[in-house]
């Protein structure tokens, strides 16, 4: 079982940056897979970013891409999100994904992953 709390969601202007962090519970926090999605209002879950367990093979988004960075810290069973050059429509409630599976590459789907996080609101104002 994981537990996953995000935070450093807020309000930011176009063209800011925030760091989302996601601290997880549990013993086997270096076996997982973790990822980001984010949701905005009436539309469906997205696919932001993700990072693999070991040697790490790490997935973006193409509308992120070259913006955000994933990245973990195994020691501190943690895996962040830091957001650059960010833009109205990253205005979503993003969520911290974790998941068991061993994949030749991170998961994108939101049905591939079993555990989720609470969500942290981001807020980006034009």
């Known amino acids: 079982q994981v537990q996953l709390v995000e935070s450093g969601g807020g309000l930011v202007q176009a063209g800011g940056s925030l760091r989302l962090s996601c601290a997880a519970s549990g013993r086997t926090f270096s076996r997982n897979t973790m990822g980001w999605f984010r949701q905005a209002p009436g539309k469906e879950r997205e696919f932001v970013a993700a990072i693999s367990r070991s040697n790490p093979t790490i997935r973006y988004a193409e509308s992120v891409k070259g913006r955000f960075t994933i990245s973990r810290d195994n020691a501190k069973n943690t895996v962040y999100l830091q957001m650059n050059r960010l833009k109205p429509e990253d205005t979503a409630v993003y969520y911290c994904?974790?998941?068991?599976?061993?994949?030749?590459?991170?998961?994108?789907?939101?049905?591939?992953?079993?555990?989720w996080g609470q969500g942290t609101q981001v807020t980006v104002s034009s």
């Open positions: 994904t974790a998941d068991p599976s061993i994949t030749t590459a991170p998961m994108t789907l939101p049905h591939e992953y079993m555990y």
